[in-house]
């Protein structure tokens, strides 16, 4: 089994914690939409758009859950993706897995 499978092996160690109190907006709504913009290699999506309709694939929705576990410490297997295929849906999970509404935990790219 991979790392990509297993939604358990998530990094134990974030470097820094950030609270976002933002009103109106989830925040982890930012982060899917880079991580998203990142392996579409594009941004012509809004928040309701199914990923596996404007241009992703297995592959790709791979390598997005690979940026943004570096980015939060959550890790969730692709099956998340394929659940959860638009931003909104994704960001919810995301949420949900870590358990702490609005924290979200930042790690240094390497």
Not at 3 to 16: E, G, H, L, Q, W
């Amino acid at each position: 089994m991979n790392d990509f499978d297993d939604a358990s092996r998530a990094p134990s160690d974030a470097s820094a914690q950030v609270r976002t109190e933002c009103a109106g907006e989830d925040p982890w709504l930012p982060l899917v939409r880079d991580a998203w913009t990142e392996v579409l290699e594009h941004g012509n999506f809004d928040d309701e758009a199914n990923f596996f309709e404007v241009g992703g694939h297995s592959l790709r929705a791979t390598l997005m859950l690979r940026s943004l576990r570096r980015r939060t410490g959550i890790a969730v297997g692709v099956r998340t993706v394929f659940d959860n295929p638009t931003i909104r849906g994704l960001a919810s999970a995301l949420a949900e897995k870590a358990g702490a509404g609005n924290v979200i935990s930042k790690s240094t790219p390497n």
